[in-house]
């Protein structure tokens, strides 16, 4: 699994509030990855970041904002959660020396009612 | 430009049997396409990967066959067993420097009967 932890593991929230998932790893890799997963439009990239305090966007980062204050931790925060952004989220990282894989977390599922 | 289309989204086969998984991209610069095996409750792991000036690549039980010209390229899992039931993402990678854009496909959900 590459060291990589995703807390919490199921979250059911409300619309409106403030929800922060975080991802952990401990092997020191730079690059890594927020997708999000529903059915029918596979895997899809939130953001990404390719070191401490550098994030960039993936191809649905509207309504999500990301930090990574330290290598080993990439937060992911929806600021004001909507129903549209329930979906199993999963943190993904790229190994070095391993350009074609990338190893993902366990997920979290996140219900926002 | 950047879509990969997989088909069938379902796909029942029985024990023994030659499941097969299409998918068909655009864009000629991708770098590398890998599929992806996912269980329930977990996430995606990367089963085998090929280049595209590789017309096929075995792992196992698992091939995959590549046609640059149709740009398509297909998953077979050999001699399939009921422990093979998952989910398959095929994708399409490109690779900026040291970071990798990745492109998935929608995913087909495979469950093979004893």
């Known amino acids: 699994d590459a060291g990589i932890t995703q807390s919490p593991r199921h979250k059911v929230t409300e619309t409106g509030t403030p929800v922060t998932l975080r991802c952990h790893q401990t092997e020191n890799h730079r690059y890594m990855y927020w997708y999000r997963q529903d059915p029918g439009h596979g895997l899809r990239l939130i953001h990404y970041s390719y070191g401490v305090k550098d994030t960039d966007k993936g191809e649905v980062s509207d309504g999500y904002s990301v930090s990574r204050s330290k290598t080993e931790d990439f937060l992911l925060t929806l600021e004001s959660a909507t129903s549209s952004q329930t979906s199993v989220y999963f943190c993904?990282?790229?190994?070095?020396?391993?350009?074609?894989?990338?190893?993902f977390g366990s997920g979290t599922q996140l219900s926002v009612l | 430009q950047q879509q990969v289309k997989q088909s069938p989204q379902s796909l029942i086969v029985q024990k023994g049997g030659i499941p097969i998984i299409n998918c068909a991209y655009e864009?000629?610069?991708?770098?590398?396409f890998p599929w992806y095996q996912q269980f329930p409750g977990k996430g995606p792991a990367l089963l085998i990967a090929?280049?595209?000036?590789?017309s096929e690549k075995k792992e196992g039980r698992f091939t995959i066959s590549f046609n640059k010209s149709a740009k398509q390229f297909s998953l077979h899992i050999m001699d399939s067993q009921p422990g093979d039931s998952a989910t398959y993402f095929c994708a399409a990678l490109l690779l900026f420097g040291g970071y990798q854009k990745v492109t998935f496909g929608t995913g087909t959900k495979l469950q093979v009967i004893p």
């Open positions: 864009n000629t610069a991708f770098d590398y």
């Open positions: 090929i280049r595209p000036d590789v």
């Open positions: 993904a990282i790229r190994a070095a020396g391993v350009e074609e894989k990338l190893f």
